[in-house]
């Protein structure tokens, strides 16, 4: 099977020396993993085209094909077959043997190209094959404008090929083409599909995770991102980076008005992100923000928290409603991952500032304990990307008790402002409050004896913290979920 790409309508505006870049760049990223599905394939190409030549008869055509179709900065992939030219009516018959069937009650237009020196126009071959394959199809007309099928053929010097089967691609630029980005993920269906946009973009991606619940949100954003660099951006490496960041969160609380907690953190973060993309040879960061999304992310409040970095801040998202970026997420295939992502909900004010005024956010930034935060920068974790489902394990499920023994303790693991607008009642056990930011520090100061039940309101937060402790060692946690 040979096979036919040309490149995303972009890359041929291009000037010549971007131009041939842009196509080295295609056709090394085409190689490289087309190569690994079988290493007989062969790509060779030009200037405005890569040519494919896939080995027959060990059903490669399907595993390629779709490969292809995953690959930034390629428009179409046509399924061609080439013959020697002999005349328009040979032409003319391969072609009908070509759409046999194919063509019966629908409407057709035949497009020619020529490259090379003939004794006919390319308008003469679109006659001649047109004629045939009116006569050849039952019920069928031409429709020059919007056919609902394009008859394809190519004419270069003595040889020409038939396209009888053609695959949209992803478009966009080749990755490589363009500088390197970090993009700040959580797993969920925002961050998921900025990151995708960026890879189509031919932007190489490194990922940064900011870890505020534990083991089980890092798994499942581990997850995500290996499915997003596998499907999209395999043809060049990438690292995964996490940062642990309860410790900052803590310093947050405990130091910041809580009118700007969602502010100030998403500035820590960006600090952070800058600091970490300077080693990285990072030119931008990437964010999931959609304006007024939620309330950090009005326009005064983006621009606040953009003031914390030098770097170029990327918001693809920006104009987007939240509908369409779930049906982009359901079309690129992280959908199920977003859906079932524990979703961090630690830092909600109950009156959140929407238009934070910059000196009054760094005043509170200023009772912030700096070092909190270095230290966290200097204790992340760093992975290739293509490792990512090897170098850690998902942790088991975590005991869910229903109706607790009257020895065990429970600890409401909420937010006290949370806790004392809905206290929790129990009759007969012992309850101890420890805020979700506080619990990995003061677990440890807890009796081993004791069987202990983690409790929030969603049951989201307790889950996550007790599949982290249980990871850390601790195998009297439990997460306590009374029945609704």
């Given amino acids: 099977m040979k096979l036919l790409i040309r490149p995303a309508s972009e890359v041929a505006i291009k000037s010549k020396p971007v131009r ?9 990223n085409v190689r490289k993993l087309l190569m690994q599905i079988d290493s007989d394939i062969l790509v060779e190409g030009s200037w405005d085209r890569v040519d494919v030549d896939v ?5 490669l055509s399907g595993p390629v094909v779709d490969a292809l179709m995953r690959i930034p900065g390629i428009s179409t992939i046509q399924e061609i077959s080439v013959f020697p030219l002999i005349s328009l009516e040979d032409v003319a018959k391969k072609t009908v043997a070509a759409f046999s069937g194919r063509l019966d009650g629908k409407s057709f237009a035949v497009r020619a190209k020529r490259f090379g020196s003939h004794d006919f126009r390319s308008l003469d071959l679109e006659r001649e094959v047109g004629g045939e394959l009116m006569m050849a199809a039952s019920g069928a007309s031409v429709n020059l404008r919007s056919p609902q099928v394009e008859v394809r053929i190519e004419v270069q010097d003595d040889q020409f090929h038939i396209a009888s089967c053609k695959h949209r691609g992803l478009g966009g630029f080749p990755l490589g083409s363009a500088e390197n980005v970090m993009t700040l993920i959580s797993g969920g269906y925002d961050s998921s599909v900025a990151a995708y946009l960026m890879l189509r973009r031919g932007l190489r991606s490194h990922f940064l995770f900011f870890n505020l619940g534990g083991v089980a949100h890092e798994v499942g954003v581990r997850q995500v991102v290996h499915y997003l660099w596998d499907r999209y951006g395999a043809s060049h490496g990438a690292k995964f980076i ?17 009118r700007h907690w969602g502010v100030v953190l998403k500035r820590q973060m960006l600090k952070a992100a800058s600091e970490i993309a300077r080693k990285n040879n990072v030119s931008g960061l990437v964010t999931g923000d959609a304006v ?4 950090s992310q009005t326009l005064t409040n983006l621009n606040v928290v953009d003031r914390a970095s030098d770097e170029v801040v990327l918001r693809p998202l920006i104009a987007m409603d939240k509908e369409t970026i779930i049906a982009i997420a359901r079309e690129i295939g992280t959908e199920p991952y977003a859906r079932t992502m524990p979703e961090y909900c630690g830092v909600i004010s109950q009156k959140p500032a929407t238009r934070a005024k910059l000196s009054r956010v760094e005043a509170d930034e200023a009772e912030m304990d700096p070092q ?12 290739k990307v293509s490792e990512l489902l090897d170098s850690k394990v998902t942790p088991e499920d975590v005991e869910l008790v229903v109706t607790p023994a009257v020895t065990d303790v429970i600890i409401d693991v909420r937010h006290p402002s949370e806790g004392e607008q809905s206290p929790l009642q129990l009759t007969g056990n012992e309850i101890l409050s420890i805020p979700f930011y506080e619990l990995n520090r003061k677990v440890s100061e807890l009796p081993a004896n004791r069987q202990y039940l983690l409790y929030c309101d969603k049951g989201t937060m307790s889950r996550m913290h007790a599949v982290h402790l249980k990871a850390e060692g601790h195998e009297n946690i439990k997460v306590y979920a009374p029945a609704s």
Avoid at 242 to 258: Q, R, T
């Fill in 242 to 258: 996490s940062v642990p960041f309860d410790g900052v969160l803590e310093e947050i609380m405990a130091s910041v008005g809580h």
């Fill in 372 to 383: 909190v935060l270095i230290r966290a920068i200097e204790a992340r974790e760093e992975a």
């Fill in 55 to 59: 080995p027959d008869g060990r059903g």
């Fill in 20 to 28: 041939r870049q842009q196509m080295r760049h295609l056709r090394q």
């Fill in 292 to 295: 007024a999304q939620v309330s």
